[in-house]
């Protein structure tokens, strides 16, 4: 299978530690990627790799996997960091990528 | 600094084909590593990728549009292109160009492309 399964929404309290989850038999062979997007702007890549982080990108974010599940950490959410946030893999069938249906990030 | 900038019609009637340009500045296409793709996201819906080009020719396209798209570079303008043909409500979107490797990394700023008669 070529998709990949993400929580619709999720909330956080402001200052407090948040994971968005990201599922998908393609996490088993390639690295997962994670952006985030906020109204009317293009994607980020916030993580990507076995969790680098780009330049620019707050340590606050952070990533992990394990089996067909990856995850994306933010430890002291802000304001900022409402979002939408997908997440992204290349799949089997050479340089082919596949995304998340993302997850709507509410900071309280 | 890397940047992508789509360009194209904005408007597209039904059954007629979408064609939109991505020119690169700030970097060459001919960069062996990268790979160069098209992406899109419907109204109020989540991202969905269409297809990636080497600057060598090499392609990779969504199984599900397959049939309809073809993914082009013209190495000498530093240029990639999307077409997609027999267009429906459907195909509204807002398409961006990207630069893919470990991830896609740099993202044109999307240009909304509405199927309308």
């Known amino acids: 299978s070529s998709e990949l399964t993400q929580d619709p929404a999720v909330s956080v309290a402001l200052g407090q530690t948040v994971r968005i989850t990201c599922q998908g038999d393609s996490l088993r062979s390639y690295y997962p990627s994670w952006y985030q997007q906020r109204p009317g702007q293009a994607p980020v890549v916030v993580i990507y790799g076995k969790n680098h982080r780009p330049s620019g990108i707050p340590d606050r974010f952070s990533g992990s996997s394990s089996g067909n599940t990856t995850s994306l950490t933010i430890t002291g959410a802000q304001t900022e960091d409402e979002a939408d946030y997908y997440c992204s893999s290349r799949v089997s069938s050479g340089y082919s990528w596949v995304f998340g249906g993302g997850t709507k990030l509410t900071v309280l | 600094q890397l940047q992508l900038q789509e360009s194209g019609p904005g408007l597209v009637k039904p059954s007629e084909t979408l064609s939109l340009t991505c020119s690169v500045s700030?970097?060459?296409?001919?960069?062996?590593?990268?790979?160069w793709g098209w992406i899109r996201q419907p109204p109020g819906k989540g991202l969905e990728w269409i297809g990636s080009i080497h600057h060598s020719g090499n392609t990779y396209y969504n199984p599900s549009l397959n049939s309809r798209v073809t993914i082009s570079v013209d190495t000498s303008m530093n240029q990639f292109s999307l077409n997609l043909t027999s267009v429906t409500a459907a195909d509204t979107a807002i398409y961006y160009c990207?630069?893919?490797?470990?991830?896609?990394?740099?993202w044109g700023k999307g240009t909304m492309v509405t199927v309308s008669s």
């Open positions: 990207a630069r893919l490797l470990l991830a896609i990394d740099v």
């Open positions: 700030g970097g060459s296409i001919r960069s062996s590593i990268y790979y």
